[in-house]
């Protein structure tokens, strides 16, 4: 069973940073491109950022390229999301999700997700 635990969120100040972990189970790491989505309240899910791990590919959404790095470390089966320079608008509950199949980075199709973890940036 795949599963995904996210940590690492809380209440920030303006300009702040914060270190998001998910935690990937179940799976053989190596093999997926994992990402971040997040959801404010009243809006939709956007996706933030995705990495596929064997080759390091990344994609960022564009209102947090150059603020938000994501990386991995396949020893611990850990995707990261370090967050800098946030803004309240980036207050949101992130996810960290994986498609189904390895091999794919579209993720629009079956997804495991996890929990979720509450990002609040106060002003």
């Known amino acids: 069973e795949v599963q995904l635990v996210e940590s690492g969120g809380g209440l920030v100040q303006t300009g702040g940073s914060l270190r998001l972990s998910c935690a990937a189970s179940g799976l053989a790491f190596d093999d997926y491109t994992i990402g971040w989505f997040r959801r404010a309240p009243g809006k939709g899910r956007e996706t933030v950022a995705s990495i596929t791990i064997v080759t390091g590919k990344t994609y960022y959404t564009d209102s947090v390229k150059g603020r938000f790095t994501i990386s991995s470390d396949s020893a611990k089966n850990t995707v990261y999301l370090q967050m800098n320079s946030l803004k309240p608008e980036d207050t949101a509950v992130y996810y960290c999700?994986?498609?189904?199949?390895?091999?794919?980075?579209?993720?629009?199709?079956?997804?495991?997700w996890g929990q979720g973890t509450q990002v609040t940036v106060a002003s």
């Open positions: 999700a994986v498609p189904s199949v390895p091999y794919t980075d579209y993720f629009g199709g079956d997804l495991h």
